[in-house]
C-alpha cells in the first residue's frame, strides 16, 4: 500500500510542474475512530510538547528536581527528567545537544496535579468522559484496555490515560515508546 501512495504521489509530483512528492497530504475521514491525534496541539494546563525550558517555570508553580542529563540513543537528543513532586508533574525534557536549551518531550501528571487537558479532562475524571471526548483518536494497536488504559493516537505519539476503579490516575502525552 505505501508502495502505490509513494508512486501515485511521485506521479502527481511530475504532472504538475515539480512539486516535490512529499509534498502531498492525505487526509482520512474526520472525527472517526483512529482519527489522526495531533500531540502538538494538545494541552495539559498551559504546558504543551515543544515547549522551551523558559516558558515552563511559569505554568507550574512548583519547583523541578532534575535528573542527571543522558544521552537517547533512540532519539538522538540529550533528555533530562524535571519532576515536580509537589505538583504531580514529570516532564521529559530534551535538547539536540548536551547542555542545550531544552523542550518539553513528554508530560506525565498524576494524583497531585489540578492541570486539565485541552479537552477538560482532568486527574479524578472518569473513564466514560475521556472515551466520550477522546474516543474518536483510539489507538488501533491494541494498547488500550478496558478499566485499565486508553490511548488517544498511539503509544508512539499520543496521549495515555491510566485509569483505577473508573477514575483518571495518570495522564503522558508523547512517545511512551520510541
Known amino acids: 500500500m505505501f508502495k502505490i501512495i509513494l508512486v501515485f504521489m511521485m506521479f502527481v509530483s511530475t504532472v504538475f510542474g515539480g512539486l516535490p512528492a512529499w509534498s502531498a497530504v492525505i487526509q482520512g475521514p474526520p472525527d472517526t475512530q483512529g482519527s489522526q491525534f495531533n500531540t502538538r496541539a494538545e494541552r495539559i494546563g498551559r504546558l504543551r510538547l515543544g515547549q522551551p525550558e523558559k516558558d515552563v517555570g511559569r505554568s507550574i508553580p512548583c519547583r523541578p528536581k532534575k535528573d542527571k542529563e543522558l544521552f537517547e540513543a533512540a532519539t538522538g537528543e540529550y ?17 539536540d545537544r548536551r547542555g542545550g536549551a531544552k523542550v518539553v518531550a513528554s508530560i506525565l501528571v498524576t494524583s ?20 466520550r471526548v477522546y474516543g474518536r483518536y483510539g489507538d488501533q494497536d491494541g494498547n488500550t484496555e478496558k478499566g485499565k488504559r486508553f490511548v488517544a493516537g498511539s503509544i508512539y505519539d499520543g496521549m495515555v490515560f491510566d485509569f483505577k476503579g473508573g477514575r483518571v490516575v495518570g495522564i503522558f502525552l508523547g512517545a511512551g515508546a520510541e
Open 79 to 95: 533528555v533530562q527528567t524535571w519532576k515536580y513532586a509537589e505538583c504531580g508533574i514529570v516532564l521529559k525534557m530534551s535538547s
Open 112 to 131: 497531585r496535579c489540578q492541570l486539565v487537558t485541552g479537552k477538560g479532562i482532568h486527574i479524578g475524571s472518569t473513564e466514560s468522559e475521556v472515551i
